[in-house]
């Protein structure tokens, strides 16, 4: 199978932003070099791509905001505060509107984007609801010489591969050959 230019995990859009700075090993390049890149990254996500209008320096700072936010978080300490200024900068962008609709009877304030939601905004949001979501905990895959992010919301709090197929399929090998 070839490699696929990107490893998607589908936890997390913010995490799979960040893994493409991470690897599965450590010699792993960088899989956005450059706008192009990223376009291709967002069309691979099927988000609406802002590659057009974002400068790639403020798309390179986001990703290493959210890695740090990532470490951090993978390693049980609190998002830092300089995180949540940058997520909440991103946020304040977004234009929209709040409107109310009447779903089954009851009445609910929804917020609508006033643009379609670009790759960005999409990313920033998935950082913004995980730390709003205590079920979900960020964790470093524990293969060898991974680096990959995941979101593990089981409720035994237990996993500990980025995939079980391939990091964790590579530590059971290994294991076994140790044991010989
Ligand atoms: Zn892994």
Same mark, same amino acid.
């Given at each position: 199978?070839?490699?696929?230019?990107?490893?998607?995990?589908?936890? %997390?859009?913010?995490?799979?932003?960040?893994?493409?700075?991470?690897?599965?090993?450590?010699?792993? !390049?960088?899989?956005?070099?450059?706008? %192009?890149?990223?376009?291709?990254?967002?069309? @691979?996500?099927?988000?609406?791509?802002? @590659?057009?209008?974002?400068?790639?320096?403020?798309?390179?700072?986001?990703?290493?905001?959210?890695?740090?936010?990532?470490?951090?978080? %993978?390693?049980?300490?609190?998002?830092?505060?300089?995180?949540?200024?940058?997520?909440?900068?991103?946020? %304040?962008?977004? &234009?929209?509107?709040?409107? *109310?609709?009447?779903?089954?009877?009851?009445? !609910?304030?929804?917020?609508?984007?006033? !643009?379609?939601?670009?790759?960005?905004?999409?990313?920033?949001?998935?950082?913004?609801?995980? *730390? &709003?979501?205590?079920?979900?905990?960020?964790?470093?895959?524990?293969?060898?010489?991974?680096?990959?992010?995941?979101?593990?919301?089981?409720?035994?709090?237990?996993?500990?591969?980025?995939?079980?197929?391939?990091?964790?399929?590579?530590?059971?090998?290994?294991?076994?050959?140790?044991?010989?």
């Amino acid at each position: 199978m070839p490699d696929p230019e990107f490893t998607l995990l589908g936890d %997390a859009l913010w995490l799979d932003f960040v893994n493409t700075g991470e690897g599965r090993t450590p010699d792993s !390049h960088d899989r956005l070099p450059d706008l %192009a890149a990223y376009h291709r990254w967002a069309k @691979a996500q099927k988000l609406t791509s802002d @590659a057009d209008i974002i400068p790639f320096g403020k798309l390179a700072g986001l990703r290493t905001t959210l890695a740090g936010l990532a470490d951090v978080l %993978a390693t049980g300490r609190q998002a830092p505060a300089s995180a949540v200024e940058v997520i909440n900068e991103f946020l %304040a962008q977004s &234009a929209g509107y709040f409107q *109310l609709i009447r779903v089954q009877g009851k009445w !609910h304030v929804q917020f609508t984007p006033g !643009h379609s939601t670009s790759a960005t905004d999409a990313i920033v949001l998935s950082a913004a609801r995980t *730390l &709003a979501d205590i079920r979900k905990k960020v964790h470093r895959c524990a293969g060898d010489g991974c680096s990959l992010f995941f979101i593990d919301d089981s409720a035994s709090q237990s996993r500990r591969w980025c995939s079980i197929e391939v990091c964790g399929a590579r530590n059971r090998v290994e294991r076994r050959r140790g044991l010989q």
